[in-house]
């Protein structure tokens, strides 16, 4: 005759006396090893974050800056307007010039963007393409600009 064991519903063995047989010991938990999963996964990108930022922000800045110093020099002397009652007559004073101008004052533009150590770079050479566009070369502001852009680009 079979007997069932009210509290779980399953057949219960007529031999109670019989001690249990050992229990297996738990499984080794995998707490440990998610843990250092996750911190090693954590910190290796946290790593590769910070070396890409680095590698290219302050690179590019001074590539712009570089270049925006290359556009200015090749912007060339500047025409000596102080005599001319015409200033827009000017031949020295070619579009090629002035796109290299405003060439040399974006990059400069860029570069202070991306770092603000050039700041005073595009500063002055915004000063120095005001002067240009407006055709008064002999601006003695304007002239202070250019002289302080060629000595940023001088340290560069």
Same mark, same amino acid.
């Given at each position: 005759?079979?007997t069932?064991?009210? $509290?779980?519903g399953?057949d219960a063995?007529?031999?109670?006396d019989?001690?249990?047989?050992?229990?297996?010991?738990p499984p080794? @938990?995998?707490? +440990?090893?998610?843990?250092?999963? *996750?911190?090693g996964f954590v910190?290796?990108? @946290?790593?590769l974050? +910070? +070396?890409?930022?680095?590698?290219?922000v302050?690179a590019? =800045?001074?590539?712009?800056? *570089?270049a925006?110093?290359?556009? +200015?020099?090749?912007v060339?002397?500047l025409?000596?307007?102080?005599?001319d009652?015409?200033?827009a007559l000017?031949?020295?004073l070619t579009?090629?010039?002035?796109?290299?101008m405003?060439a040399a004052?974006?990059l @400069? =533009?860029?570069?202070a963007?991306?770092? =603000?150590?050039?700041q005073p770079?595009?500063?002055?050479i915004? $000063?120095v393409?005001r002067?240009?566009l407006s055709?008064?070369?002999?601006?003695i502001s304007?002239?202070?600009h250019? =002289?302080?852009?060629?000595e940023?680009?001088a340290?560069?």
């Open positions: 005759m079979r069932v064991d009210p $509290g779980t399953t063995d007529p031999d109670f019989e001690p249990p047989a050992e229990p297996s010991p080794p @938990s995998r707490r +440990l090893l998610v843990l250092c999963a *996750v911190a910190l290796g990108g @946290s790593v974050g +910070l +070396l890409w930022g680095l590698s290219g302050h590019g =800045a001074l590539d712009d800056a *570089v925006a110093c290359q556009a +200015l020099d090749r060339g002397e025409p000596d307007t102080s005599q009652r015409q200033p000017t031949p020295g579009s090629e010039r002035l796109h290299r405003m004052r974006e @400069s =533009a860029a570069a963007q991306v770092n =603000a150590n050039y770079l595009a500063d002055h915004d $000063g393409s002067m240009v055709l008064h070369f002999n601006d304007g002239q202070r250019l =002289a302080q852009a060629q940023i680009c340290r560069i």
